[in-house]
């Protein structure tokens, strides 16, 4: 089958990838995947992945409960068996694969195998296009999970990236006020044609008034600039991995008594429910759509500082 | 009256300073003052204080509803009219002083002035030798206001000073099993006598696996170790301020979704019925005693590696 995939640095593309089958798992035949910040750091050596890339996917179930459906799968595989499973942690199971991550090949590809309990349908009333998004809407929806954010809170969000676009929308569905902080005129429009607040970061004045921030910047800048702008006992959401080191104070996390929450993966199900209702506007973010034959062209495109979402066209429906 | 005082890194005693009569507030003659690992600080320049210092006291109240009582006194002296007050916070309030820290003159001295909202009566039953160190229990108690500690948890406290010692007793109260790591054992024997679990920072081995790591080294190392000490989606609270700047690694939060939680001064109540009822035990805690006259001695001594508390004997009751 054909399939992308990352030996050493090297992207490539493989017309001809032998499949290995994962027994006990379900043959998705993928339709449309998506290029994700990850697959970027995994191509510079993040994790040390070597395999078939790609975690964001819409495919058809090929057998099992959702045989002929449209799914998505969360990519997270667990053993649920262990301590860390059964204290209700599967995301974090020390024996888990992760799809197109860790041990696991992904979905730039004609099939990648899922485990069944991973696998949620798609509702008809959603496109295919709007689908592949649901893994990084549920990782915003994971913010819910973590910090208690009402109609009453006020949320300064930090990048006007992809991840902070879904961040900004999921979080401004509790009705809560969100601020979203970019560099980028044209992506914070985006946010205000969605009724939410935007500010550039040159004019951004932080002030210690936040009940919540989250950084979305993926930079080492964010995190110090996070924690100028919560409040006393507010929370700092961390949802984008800085592989570099940093020279940081922690004693601001101590006077003020902030609460820092590393937050990554997230539940499907929310999410899809988002996307179906319309609370969660995707389709404006897709900048580009490559067939899998043009892996490099398309990796070279997702990496541009004005691309919001590169998306395969793998097969038809 | 006799104080202490700071002026730049220059500590002093003086027998004849003319003491400032602080408006509205409680004049409380101090029978006992402890120094603390804040007080080291403050002489080394941290947050500028100038003035007398001391901040851990048990004192005879002159006037209002504690008048000829024993009291102590909680140490932030809040507006109570600002939206962090209002917010539930005055412990943070922008606008506070702080006793012998911040714009308000501390303990080492025959009286200092107190709001009457902050003292608290000491129980007959407790002496003023363990009710000075109330403060320090206090602060330790903070962390049960915020993180959910039960008898089915695992906490793993880094550090066995002082504050290291209290967090410890504080949390076993809870019947959670407590292990403390630290680099002395005839610091770490104390704690095995109340049958607190120790290990030797040179044998701890960090596995992923506690609820709760407390990190009270006051050290740099310290905060490192914890991210590998706490299980995914576990608690790192940062008990200690490290004035430097450090270079670290901040993925492990998010890849971990671990909680980070800066945590600084706490509730007196709590802290004195603990010390009312034993369930923390301070008095080998007190490695010497000096009048306020021998300032310089006394902060010697306090520096010293293997000393715990050095209390100031003020006036006698």
Known sequence: ??????????????????????????????????????????RQGYMGFQGTL?????????????????VVGEINCACHN????????????????????????????????????NLHAVPDSLSTDEAVFTEPVAAACR????????????????GDGRLGNLCA?????????????????WKLRRLRDLNISTVELSDFQPSKS???????????SGFELALQAVQ?????????????????????????????????????APALQMLADGRVQVKNLISARYPLEEAQN????AEQPDTLKVLFDVADK
Request: proline residues 5%; aromatic residues 4%; hydrophobic residues 40%.
């Open 298 to 301: 398309a990796f070279s495109h």
């Open 1 to 42: 089958m054909r399939a992308i995939r990352l030996n050493g640095n090297q992207l490539s593309f493989q017309g001809e990838h032998p499949p290995v089958e994962l027994d006990g798992f379900i043959k998705v035949d993928v339709l449309t995947a998506g290029i994700c910040e990850t697959d970027m750091q995994l």
């Open 169 to 185: 929308q999921v979080l401004s569905s509790t009705g809560c006020a969100v601020q979203v902080v970019g560099k980028h005129d």
């Open 232 to 268: 006393p006992c507010g929370d700092v959401v961390l949802k984008t991995t800085v592989a570099a080191e940093q020279s940081l104070h922690l004693a601001p996390i101590v006077i003020d008594e902030v609460r820092v929450i590393g937050s990554r993966c997230g539940p499907f």
């Open 82 to 117: 262990c301590p860390v499973c059964h204290a209700g942690h599967p995301r974090h199971c020390p024996h888990r694969t992760v799809i197109g991550i860790l041990n696991h090949d992904g979905a730039f590809a004609d099939s990648l195998w899922v485990p069944e309990a």
């Open 54 to 70: 790609g975690h964001e996917f819409v495919g058809l179930a090929t057998s099992g409960r959702f045989a002929g459906q449209r």
């Open 210 to 220: 936040a009940d919540v921030v989250v950084d979305c910047t993926g930079s080492t």
């Open 143 to 158: 913010i819910l999970e973590q910090v208690d954010i009402t109609a009453e809170s006020t949320v300064i969000i930090l």
